[in-house]
């Protein structure tokens, strides 16, 4: 089983309803035309199939680039081929480091979100192979504290850098149509988003 720790899970029929509005679950509506989507991750979909097919299938920020170091991503978009209704689409956020992997940055700037005492800090650290194809992450989240910052939790795992050729190829392997890549001044998310529709 392939964890990781932002998802929430769908375990049920009964459980799948329409998730909170993302920029991931925003682009699929705007795509399909549709509200009311039935909208589940792309691990649930890895961990078990969903009961019946969805309109949506998503992945998260760094979920393929996981899914890829672990050799699990063809696997995992065949399956969500597969749970997708006719006409259902996969929503993808993928960062592009493949020009960064020259460079191999430690870091990208620190995400900030709350205000006052509920203000969080959320660390991203990178550590780069020496080929530059793939990079160690940890997520570090910092709350505030009665006198300082402290660490609330802290994630690691280990991504393979994906060019949006690869993106573009893999999905295609996978048996998806009409792919395509929008940018986050299309989308409205901060990393690329791709689209694949499920062909009938």
Not at 99 to 115: E, Q
Request: include cysteine; aromatic fraction near 4%; charged fraction near 20%.
């Amino acid at each position: 089983m392939i964890g990781w720790p932002y998802c929430v899970r769908v375990t049920a029929a009964e459980d799948l309803v329409p998730v909170p509005e993302d920029p991931l679950t925003r682009v699929a509506s705007a795509v399909l035309g549709e509200d009311g989507l039935q909208v589940v991750d792309l691990l649930d979909v890895v961990d078990g199939p969903a009961p019946n097919p969805v309109d949506v299938v998503r992945a998260g920020d760094d979920l393929l680039p996981m899914l890829a170091h672990e050799n699990a991503l063809p696997e995992a978009l065949r399956l969500a081929r597969r749970a997708l209704r006719p006409g259902g689409l996969l929503v993808a956020a993928v960062p592009e480091l493949d020009r960064l992997s020259r460079l191999r940055p430690t870091a990208p700037p620190p995400k900030v979100s709350g205000h006052g005492r509920d203000r969080q800090v959320t660390v991203q650290l990178w550590d780069w192979s020496p080929d530059g194809e793939s990079y160690a992450l940890e997520v570090v989240r910092l709350v505030r504290g009665r006198s300082t910052w402290e660490v609330a939790n802290a994630v690691a795992t280990r991504h393979r850098v994906l060019s949006p050729r690869q993106v573009s190829d893999e999905l295609s392997a996978a048996g998806f149509s009409s792919v395509q890549r929008l940018s986050p001044a299309e989308c409205g998310h901060p990393l690329p988003v791709w689209v694949a529709v499920a062909p009938a």
